[in-house]
């Protein structure tokens, strides 16, 4: 057993309302585009109007739907609302917000040469202040390159001469050398004194060597290389060198061996009263 289908045709409104004139009704579309030119022809778009050059086009058509019958689409073609020509800015009159460059006449120099003058000035003290800045650094650096205050502490050494008795050596410590003190006899004195200074090895008279003729002052530090030489030995009654031979008087002057040069006479001095040797 077969069953028809049953089909009713509905004659439904039209989806869209028009207005009397046939505009299609639309609450929230604004038909209206700015007027083409203004009352005074200048184009500013001034106020809403439509537009009489551009005519709107409007299309209806009735269809046929199997699920809803017939349909009435209405399709309408706005002009934009918006006014899409550009505008410039005027350059015919000063703009109001443009910068305004002070007139500096006041302060230029009345003649060149004082202008001159006064850059020789400002140069010259730039170069004063940055030879001051010189001069400040590099004493600070040269300062951090001294000597430490424990090592200048022991720069001066002082010895009593009265604990020395004559015809004996005494070595002490100075700046990390030994030093030789000599309280020399006068047979001594007249020995050294006696000797021909051309033909030693390093010319130098016995006087030269000692401010006080009974006092002799030596660093005890070899001339060859750098050993210790041991007193009162030697060939020649003062010094010697057992590393390498070198023999010294009693002046402590080279006579024998290697050593090319005289044994050093540090820098010293004797008090007011001649009791104390300062050495440094």
């Given at each position: ?49 439509s537009r009489a050059d551009i005519p709107s086009t409007r299309i209806s058509s009735i269809s046929r739907s199997q ?147 009974e006092w002799l002052v030596m660093l005890g530090v070899c001339t060859h290389l750098g050993c210790v030489p041991i ?50």
């Amino acid at each position: 057993m077969s069953y028809a289908p049953l089909r009713t045709a509905v004659n439904l409104p039209t989806t869209t309302r028009t207005l009397a004139n046939g505009v299609p009704f639309a609450p929230r579309l604004s038909l209206n585009v700015r007027a083409a030119a203004d009352a005074h022809g200048h184009g500013h778009g001034h106020g809403v109007a439509s537009r009489a050059d551009i005519p709107s086009t409007r299309i209806s058509s009735i269809s046929r739907s199997q699920s809803a019958g017939l349909v009435s689409r209405t399709s309408v073609n706005v002009v934009p609302t918006v006014n899409l020509s550009q505008r410039f800015i005027h350059s015919s009159v000063a703009a109001r917000d443009a910068p305004q460059v002070p007139d500096f006449t006041p302060y230029q120099a009345k003649s060149e040469t004082a202008n001159r003058a006064m850059s020789y000035f400002m140069v010259g003290s730039l170069g004063v202040l940055t030879a001051s800045v010189a001069k400040s650094t590099l004493t600070e650096f040269l300062g951090t390159m001294s000597a430490s205050a424990d090592v200048l502490a022991l720069a001066k050494v002082e010895v009593e001469l009265g604990t020395i008795p004559e015809g004996k050596n005494v070595i002490i410590k100075w700046r990390g050398k030994p030093v030789f003190i000599r309280h020399r006899t006068p047979d001594e004195i007249e020995e050294a004194r006696q000797v021909n200074v051309a033909s030693l090895r390093d010319p130098e008279t016995d006087e030269a060597r000692t401010k006080k003729p009974e006092w002799l002052v030596m660093l005890g530090v070899c001339t060859h290389l750098g050993c210790v030489p041991i007193g009162e030995s030697g060939d020649y009654g003062g010094w010697f060198c057992p590393c390498h031979g070198s023999h010294y008087d009693i002046s402590g002057r080279a006579r024998k061996g290697p050593a090319p040069t005289n044994l050093e006479i540090p820098e010293y001095s004797f008090d007011e009263d001649g009791e104390k040797l300062i050495i440094g």
